[in-house]
């Protein structure tokens, strides 16, 4: 990690307040960006994490007709949902807001009329689908079709969710109305576009393949390739930010357009919230800035908000942006609209108390090179032989041992055998390697590295039984705890942005605060009282 920035701006993708969060989310964005933060704050870095929901949109005004409730019904219900799913995951953000605001409608319209009045963006006129049964303007979201590519009946307008490939509504074969079902006709309109070609040679140049995944930067890469196009920024619907310019009415400023500055505006919400100047964050080149999203948000994230932030002018650009693949769910893909799913607030009443578990098994199936699946057979397999049977198996072990031979205090051990020196040195150098995998994104593997260590615990003191020798090799007995006691410690400062209420709870068996990262290496654990 540079040493040349102080300050670090984290954001995780803003959840769409239509519907509840699923273990997709959870594990492909929410988690890795809790381990990354928790991490820095560990290396004691100056970070703030931001999210918040994003409450405009298409699938919004659906979602409202069909549960025949208002639109501010929809996203009052849903943020209160995500909002509560998220905090009892762990997912310690420093703020959490909602594009709904008052602070992001006045963020965003400030940020559109900076580009309007600076001549940046451009109107022009064009021809649109509309629904004349239903008298309006058709947003992309409201066009199904049939996908020129992989022949899907149900494609959207922007995108087909089958075979992932981002369309315009001009390309689906034998378009419908979401709203009405009837064949929409083109229809005289006029928006406000993102002129991107401008920006091809400054995006070519400025964004770095040195730290982008490959599935980031080959998605980026074929966008620029194929040539940029202007994007709309503004649309002809009543649900949103209206377009800031005096006498234009019944247009809004588009989602892609309006979303990604809630991580600004977030930001500036928590600044005045917590007396701090948010500028810092988004305006100084000694900040990182870097966007933890779905793999379906990376275009918006690699092309346009970078664009939208060079024309403004004033902010920082992204130095990463870390997109996993997608999670099924036992061998299929998941999908909301078939509920197919393994919902966070049902799971939460379903498995009272075992965050952590989920937080684990989804690390480790997490999709960061390639799809992977999530299924219930190894959800009850992995917990009961890798969490309970061997890590908490040795922490319950070698508590209960200290307890009965030495009264929970912690033994001074004898003479060190070249074992024990081994397991000390295995110690000392396993902050710096899980740091560093954490550092570079490889969250799976770094709870892999974890696991090595209480695996390392459970073969050391099954091997050395404690329990055989108390009566006639006290003195050994004693090392042989010492050392047991010293993977405790180490698992449980290890185990906090992994598995927080894990590590909490651990530390209150062995009295112990979490440490600054770069402490643990050096630290001894000879003053524990277990109990």
Known sequence: MSEKYHYNTITAALPYANGPLHIGHLGGVYIPTDIYVRYLRRKEKDVIFICGSDEHGVPITLRSKKECISTQEVVDKYHSIIKECLEKFNISFDHFSRTSS??????????????????????????????????????????????????????????????????????????????????????????????LPNY??????????????????SQYKSWIEGGLKPRSITRDLNWG????????????????????????????????????????????????????????????????????LIAHGDYILPRNIHANE?????????????????????????FP?????????????????KDNNFNWKDFQIQNNSELVGILGNFIHRTLILTKKFFFGIVPSPSTLREKDRKVIKTLQLIPDNIGSLIENYHFKQALNEFMKIARMGNKYISEEAPWKR???DYMRTKTILYISLQISGMLTQLSGPF?????????????????????????????????
């Open 499 to 531: 598995l927080p209420r894990t590590s909490e709870r651990m530390m209150k068996m062995l009295r112990i605060k979490a440490l600054p990262w770069k402490l643990l290496k050096k630290k001894n654990y000879s003053y524990l009282m277990i109990h």
């Open 326 to 350: 997608f999670l099924n769910l036992e061998n299929k893909k998941i999908s909301t609209s078939r509920n197919w799913a393994v919902w966070l607030h049902a799971y939460l009443e379903e």
């Open 200 to 217: 091809e040679a400054f995006l070519k140049q400025c964004i770095s393949k040195k730290f982008w995944k490959t599935n980031v930067y």
């Open 470 to 472: 108390h009566k006639h």
């Open 102 to 195: 008052s602070i992001h409608h006045k963020t965003v319209s400030s940020f559109f009329k900076e580009l309007y009045h600076k001549d940046l963006i451009i109107e022009e006129e064009s021809k649109q689908f509309y629904d004349e049964k239903e008298g309006q303007f058709l947003a992309d979201r409201y066009i199904l079709g049939v996908c020129p590519y992989c022949k899907n009946t149900k494609a959207f307008g922007d995108q087909c969710e089958r075979c992932g490939i981002y369309l315009s509504p001009n390309e689906l074969i034998s378009p419908r109305s979401a709203l009405s079902g009837i064949s929409p006709i083109l229809k005289e309109t006029f928006h406000w576009f993102l002129p």
């Open 241 to 308: 930010i209206p377009v800031p310019i005096k006498e234009i009415e019944n247009k809004v400023l588009y989602v892609w357009f309006d979303a990604p500055i809630g991580y600004i505006s977030s930001t500036i919400e928590w600044a005045i919230n917590n007396k701090k100047n948010w500028k810092i964050f988004w305006k100084n080149k000694c900040t990182s800035l870097i966007n933890f999203i779905g793999k379906d948000n990376i275009v918006f994230h690699c092309i346009i908000f970078p664009v939208m």
């Open 353 to 369: 108390n075992q965050q952590d578990v989920l937080r684990y098994i989804l690390i480790t199936k997490m999709p960061e090179n």
